[in-house]
């Protein structure tokens, strides 16, 4: 079985300033992990996944991502934050072995950006 | 191509009230979802379908009821509408893992745009 927990369902930032939205993973097999970015009423989109290789995955927009096996953590950031950035942001994973492609979600981080 | 699609938008039900949510994708996924999204609980799986004819229970099954009679359409049913089901519905597809050279690659899933249902 797999969980996801994100910390901090609230995150407030300067424009500008870095990004890091925390997301620690348990699963009994090697993980999928991904990252989705929701904009007001609108649906999930992805940000960007780890499936095998290297540990740091980049990602649209300006994210990436890194893979910690020992911490196991896969933590979003950003060097400079946008107010485009403002969003929801969900952590999700899925077991290697996993059938159907299913995926296990965070509840979530709302990042506001501020001026 | 328009992706994952969902119909309708918006709807508000009475309670006792059924009624059946569309999902249809153009890419030719064998994988479809239904999540139900509600605040501070992120998205959680209702049922899922692994291909024409097929549906299995997901996290939060209880009250629901899907068809998937055409690989492009996957179909959620509620018979007798509650207020606890007042939710954000979402639909999602995905590609059938496909091996690439010598390791598996995980394939995400799609997203519709969602329906927000309101039960009185």
């Known amino acids: 079985a797999q969980s996801v927990t994100q910390l901090g369902s609230h995150v407030s930032v300067s424009e500008g300033a870095l990004v890091l939205l925390r997301c620690n993973y348990s699963?009994?097999?090697?993980?999928?992990l991904f990252w989705y970015v929701q904009y007001p009423n609108q649906g999930l989109q992805l940000l960007l996944k780890?499936?095998?290789?290297?540990?740091l995955v980049k990602g649209i927009n300006g994210f990436e991502a890194e893979f910690k096996k020992s911490e196991t953590s896969f933590h979003l950031t950003k060097p400079s934050a946008h107010m485009s950035d403002a969003a929801e942001y969900f952590c999700?994973?899925?077991?290697?072995?996993?059938?159907?492609?299913?995926?296990?979600f965070g509840t979530g981080t709302q990042l506001k950006v501020e001026l | 191509n328009a992706g994952v699609t969902q119909t309708p938008k918006f709807r508000v039900l009475k309670t006792g009230q059924s009624m059946t949510l569309l999902c249809a994708q153009d890419?030719?996924?064998?994988?479809m979802y239904w999540y139900r999204q509600d605040p501070g609980m992120g998205l959680r799986l209702i049922h899922y379908?692994?291909?024409?004819?097929?549906?299995a229970k997901g996290e939060v099954p209880d009250g629901y009821n899907v068809s998937r009679l055409k690989k492009q359409n996957f179909l959620l049913g509620l018979e007798s509408a509650a207020p606890s089901q007042t939710s954000v519905y979402f639909c999602a597809s995905s590609p059938e893992r496909v091996r690439d050279g010598h390791s598996a690659v995980g394939n995400e899933q799609f997203f519709g745009p969602g329906t927000r249902l309101t039960v009185l």
């Open positions: 780890y499936t095998t290789g290297a540990t």
């Open positions: 890419m030719n996924h064998e994988y």
């Open positions: 379908s692994v291909g024409e004819g097929t549906t």
């Open positions: 999700a994973v899925r077991g290697a072995r996993e059938g159907g492609n299913k995926l296990t």
């Open positions: 699963s009994s097999v090697p993980p999928y």
